[in-house]
DNA sequence: CTAGTTGCAAAGAGTTTGCATGGCG
DNA sequence: CGCCATGCAAACTCTTTGCAACTAG
């Protein structure tokens, strides 16, 4: 259960991302967003794609396709992959992102791992559909 | 249960991209894999993604991202709206993709619909994990 | 000092768009 | 005939790569 954040060689660079995400926690951005954002403290946006991809690799931040444009959204999620998993509704017309968490889904993702012997990765999954806001505009 | 698929203007491009799919039920395809597969005959690339995108909307086509490398890839789901939905699980190894009908998750979709106001679309929501033959092998 | 990192710009992959031509209804 | 679809190429978006200068260990 420990996760290693074996970051051997460390850079201001790479500090000032990784924080940024920790401080938005549960915010989900993508590559070109933060990019944009790191772009006035002099960070190109190559180093940004790089350190992004070194901290998916070391375990302390998640990756994840919306499905809306093709662009990886990128989120802070720590050493703590909590085992309840937290899963994302996308709305598909204003484009929301919903963060879930809910015990049944967990229960859901246990039933199918059991009964179905599919092991979920809540990181990776993404529910499609209509958000209350929009279901209401109709 | 009968799902009109709305295409008033019939081309010839759009008949041989469905049968196409239609043909390889199961089975899911880059729109560059089909763009490459369709040149022969003739069909250009734009074509061949603007074509997918009407199959989409009308519903006889899913797209969904793979994750793998930012390509979407379409697949022939039918007029076959069954009202329980039928969920995909794609495997992120080795890509088989595995429908489900289960009255749990069924319930589910229920759950978050009622509580948390969300209306899950059951085409379009993939579950990302490991398929057991995966598991096993390991 | 050495190896990994940075920033820039250029290259790549996937997708969309503009426009003249062609085909369905 | 009018309108939408087609095909080509160019434009666009997101991401990766090459390279020289730089910096952590």
Do not use: W
């Not at 070391?58 to 998993?85: D, L, Q, R, W």
């Amino acid at each position: 259960m420990i996760t290693v954040l074996k970051l051997e060689y460390k850079t201001k660079q790479q500090d000032l991302i990784l924080e940024f995400l920790k401080n938005s926690a549960q915010k989900h951005f993508t590559a070109l967003e933060l990019a944009e954002h790191f772009k006035t403290v002099g960070i190109g946006k190559a180093t940004v794609y790089r350190q992004l991809e070194k901290l998916v690799d070391s375990g302390a931040v998640n990756k994840f396709f919306t499905g809306e444009n093709a662009a990886a959204c990128f989120e802070f999620v720590g050493n703590s992959h909590n085992e309840n998993g937290c899963f994302h509704c996308r709305c598909e017309l204003c484009g929301t992102l919903i963060h879930l968490h809910c015990e049944e889904i967990a229960s859901v993702k246990e039933h199918i791992e059991k009964t179905h012997g599919f092991e979920i990765n809540p990181f990776r999954t993404v529910f499609y559909g209509i958000c209350s806001d929009c279901r209401n505009k109709k």
